[in-house]
C-alpha cells in the first residue's frame, strides 16, 4: 500500500507541482510502478519477458489500426466519395 500511496503523490505533485504535463506523468507513473515492483522482487525476469510481449502486441495492434485509418481516409480522398457526400449534402 506505501508503494501505491508514493506513486500517487510522485505523479499527482509532479503535475500539479508544474515539474511535468500530464503526458510525462504517464510515465513517470509506469516508471515508478516498474521501480516499485522490482523493489519488492515481485517481478522477476520472466514476468518482465512476458509484459514487455504483451506490451509489443499492444502497440502493434494499435498501430495497425492507426495505418489502417490512415489508408481508408486515403481512399476515401481519391475515390472522390468525401466530395460528392458534401455536394449532396442539404444546404441549412
Do not use: H, N, Q
Not at 19 to 36: E, K, M
Not at 49 to 76: D, N, Q, W
Amino acid at each position: 500500500v506505501s508503494g501505491i500511496i508514493v506513486l500517487f503523490v510522485i505523479v499527482i505533485g509532479g503535475i500539479y507541482g508544474g515539474y511535468f504535463p500530464a503526458t510525462y506523468a504517464g510515465a513517470v507513473g509506469a516508471f515508478g510502478a516498474f521501480v516499485i515492483a522490482l523493489g519488492k522482487r515481485r517481478l522477476g525476469i520472466g514476468s518482465l519477458v512476458e509484459v514487455l510481449k504483451e506490451a509489443a502486441v499492444t502497440t502493434s495492434v494499435i498501430f495497425i489500426i492507426v495505418v489502417g485509418g490512415i489508408l481508408f481516409s486515403r481512399f476515401l480522398t481519391y475515390s472522390g466519395l468525401v466530395t460528392i457526400e458534401i455536394d449532396d449534402s442539404p444546404r441549412t
